[in-house]
């Protein structure tokens, strides 16, 4: 088989990939694909009812971002700008709830931080904390524990976080 693959022409492989192109039925995938892509706009919670739904919300907000950004561009270029300046507006109100969501989508993963959501959680302890240090298992993540010892079945309150470790008090001793 490796003999065979070697002995072909460059003519040959094009001519193999094509046939192997064309078995594999890319017409019936895009097909789906489209047709995926489309209910899940018509849907409630699809894109553009989402899209819909927040620039009838705040339109006024989206007017004064495509304002701002227009006024900012005939700031730095008053010759060439001042000619398009509708056109920007209209496409800076148009893009200005996407920017916000994007823009919002990357301070949350800037101020966000796993662990965030178990400040608060009572938990028991699966195994006894010694000299200040422990581990536990949560939501399939290891975590290193702090605080005072307690034997294992103690329930513990989270009440900070520090990188990986949680910081827990003893709510009663196991009996």
């Known amino acids: 088989m490796e003999q065979e693959k070697q002995a072909m022409t460059l003519m040959q492989r094009i001519k193999h990939g094509w046939a192997e192109?064309?078995?594999?039925?890319?017409?019936?995938q895009t097909?789906?694909?489209v047709f995926r892509t489309t209910q899940n706009l018509k849907t409630k919670s699809g894109l553009v009812k989402q899209y819909q739904q927040r620039f009838k919300s705040g339109w006024e907000t989206w007017l004064g971002i495509g304002t701002g950004l227009t006024g900012l561009l005939m700031?730095?270029?008053?010759d060439g700008v001042w000619r398009w300046q509708f056109l920007l507006v209209i496409v800076g109100v148009l893009f200005a709830p996407l920017?916000?969501?994007l823009l919002k989508a990357i301070k949350r993963v800037f101020t966000e931080y796993p662990g965030k959501q178990?400040?608060?959680q009572v938990i028991t302890l699966e195994q006894p904390i010694v000299d200040g240090v422990g581990t536990i298992r949560l939501d399939n993540l290891e975590w290193q524990l702090a605080?005072?010892?307690?034997?294992?079945?103690t329930q513990a309150k989270v009440v900070a976080i520090n990188d990986?470790?949680?910081?827990?008090?003893p709510l009663s001793q196991a009996t």
């Not at 605080?147 to 079945?153: E, F, K, L």
């Open 31 to 33: 097909h789906y694909a």
């Open 99 to 101: 920017l916000a969501d």
């Open 164 to 169: 990986r470790t949680l910081h827990i008090t």
């Open 147 to 153: 605080g005072s010892d307690c034997p294992a079945g």
């Open 118 to 120: 178990l400040i608060g």
């Open 75 to 78: 700031l730095l270029n008053p």
């Open 21 to 28: 192109f064309r078995r594999t039925n890319v017409r019936a």
